[in-house]
């Protein structure tokens, strides 16, 4: 366990309360195999594996360089906690600023060495808030792109049909 955690919890409407552990296990789990995909893919770089942590958090940055195919990859995961959501997440739900939350996130960014081939970001996240004598509040967010160096207009209506 990386971070303690609460545990999924039954309510008497069938409802259950979000659980952070699978969430965890399942995107530390998840960078391992992007890891493994990205180093067989590669050939013969290898991906840096340190992890940092404080009684709050844990980071998790892997990063590969300098491969015959991948200039430069990272996939950091993250677990952390805090007694207050960031501005970005209470934006749009400005009731849970000053909210303790949970977050586990997971993210990366590929440069391969081929020009052609597009550079690649993703990130994931999970957060959970807990309002003092309320339920937890739950969400998921994240996003993909590729960023192509040389765009070609068939790539375009492949990628937007597919």
Known sequence: MLLESTRLVSQPDGMTLPDVDPVRAYLADLQGRICAGLE????????????????????????????????????????????????????????????????????????????????????LRFFVARPSGGEPIWWFGGGFDLTPYYGFEEDCVHSQRG
Request: contains cysteine; charged residues 20%; negative net charge.
């Open 40 to 123: 067989a893919l590669d050939g013969t770089a290898t991906f840096s594996n340190e992890a940092h942590r404080t009684a709050t958090s844990l980071n998790h940055p892997r990063v590969l360089e300098d491969g015959p195919v991948i200039e430069k990859a990272a996939v950091n995961f993250t677990n952390s906690r805090g007694d207050g959501l960031p501005v970005a997440a209470t934006d749009r739900k400005p009731e849970l600023a000053g909210v303790p939350f949970e977050a586990c996130s997971l993210s990366l960014i590929v440069h391969p060495l081929n020009p052609y081939a597009p550079t690649t970001h993703m990130n």
